[in-house]
């Protein structure tokens, strides 16, 4: 166990619809980062906030947003859903934002687009 | 552009056999590179975190190489179990970018032990 909680767990969607996924950081831990994750990819990076801030993101569109909360918890808000958005969405949280940090995630949340 | 490639995609051997498994990386240009664990539908799990001023670093039966001048990295396992049976991925944190939390993944190797 990584300390990193994600909700839900699973989710079904229709297409057009929003959607918001939410994550809790291991204690501690100031900094999160997105990823999704297509059936039988690697992970790709969405976003990192650091301290409630956005510190990098990577070639996913403006309907693909997020937010950071005083306490370092975070959501993933995806407006629009189109069917290629399902996917297992996996959180991850770091100490510090600093280059040697290790990544822990979260179990993620399957997210299915009908 | 910075990728990650992992081969074999998939590997099946007999319970007991040692195995390596291969990640290669475009850039030498690197904060560290780690290898996770992932069972079916499940999160990532933390394996071996590798500095880019290491070479190696080991844990139980798993050993992670690390050689940046040729662009690879190798995951030795030893004695394979049964239970080591999941995907392999492979995940570089390149330098320069503006975010320190961004890895690039390999698409991953899956491995099966039978018995």
């Known amino acids: 166990e990584t300390g990193v909680t994600q909700s839900p767990t699973h989710l079904i969607k229709t297409r057009g619809q929003q959607v918001t996924l939410r994550c809790s950081s291991q204690s501690g831990h100031n900094t999160v980062s997105w990823y999704q994750q297509a059936l039988g990819q690697g992970p790709q990076f969405i976003f990192q906030?650091?301290?409630?801030?956005?510190?990098g993101r990577g070639n996913f569109p403006p309907r693909f947003s997020g937010l950071q909360f005083p306490n370092y918890s975070s959501e993933l808000n995806v407006n629009a859903l189109e069917l290629d958005d399902s996917a297992l969405y996996l959180c991850a949280s770091s100490l510090g934002g600093g280059t040697a940090e290790k990544l822990f995630f979260g179990s993620g949340t399957q997210l299915s687009v009908l | 552009k910075q990728e990650v490639t992992q081969i074999p995609a998939a590997l099946s051997v007999p319970e007991g056999e040692n195995l390596v498994l291969n990640c290669s990386f475009t850039?030498?240009?690197?904060?560290?590179l780690q290898w996770f664990r992932q069972d079916p539908g499940k999160g990532l799990t933390s394996l071996l975190l590798?500095?880019?001023?290491?070479r190696e670093q080991t844990s139980g039966r798993l050993n992670a190489s690390l050689d940046k001048s040729s662009g690879r990295s190798t995951l030795y396992i030893a004695a394979s179990q049964p239970g080591d049976s999941a995907t392999y991925l492979c995940a570089v944190n390149y330098a320069g970018g503006t975010s320190y939390g961004k890895l690039t993944f390999g698409q991953g190797t899956i491995l099966t032990v039978h018995p």
């Open positions: 850039d030498s240009a690197i904060y560290n």
């Open positions: 590798i500095q880019s001023s290491q």
């Open positions: 906030y650091y301290r409630e801030e956005e510190n």
